[in-house]
Nanobody, 123 residues
Framework: QVQLVNSGGGLVQAGGSLRLSCAAS????????MAWFRQAPGKEREFVAA????????YYADSVKGRFTIARDNVQNTVYLQMNSLKPEDTAVYYC????????????????WGQGTQVTVSS
């Protein structure tokens, strides 16, 4: 099993940047594909980005491609989401998630979740 703790959210103006972190417990972090999802008020949770076990392959939702970057440090057991050129529509609670082996865009495929961190982008 793995436990995930999100951090790094906050309030930022449109066009600004934030970096989210997700620290994982356990010694098998490199066995998990990692992903970020988000949920805006009144909307369903949606896929944002994912990264393969070794970090060599990344995947993004079209809405964030070119603005967000997912990365992982398998020594520090941490996954990051660097968010640049933020827009008001990026406002949401952001969650990291983990699953063994291959990544998925489907939240139902993920067994482990962080507690979420609020990101608010003002116009």
């Amino acid at each position: 099993q793995v436990q995930l703790v999100n951090s790094g959210g906050g309030l930022v103006q449109a066009g600004g940047s934030l970096r989210l972190s997700c620290a994982a417990s356990g010694r098998t972090f490199s066995s998990y594909a990692m992903a970020w999802f988000r949920q805006a008020p009144g909307k369903e949770r949606e896929f944002v980005a994912a990264i393969s076990l070794g970090g060599s392959t990344t995947y993004y939702a079209d809405s964030v491609k070119g603005r967000f970057t997912i990365a992982r440090d398998n020594v520090q057991n941490t996954v990051y989401l660097q968010m640049n050129s933020l827009k008001p529509e990026d406002t949401a609670v952001y969650y990291c998630a983990a699953r063994t082996t291959y990544y998925s865009r489907d939240e139902r495929a993920y067994a482990y979740w962080g507690q979420g961190t609020q990101v608010t982008v003002s116009s």
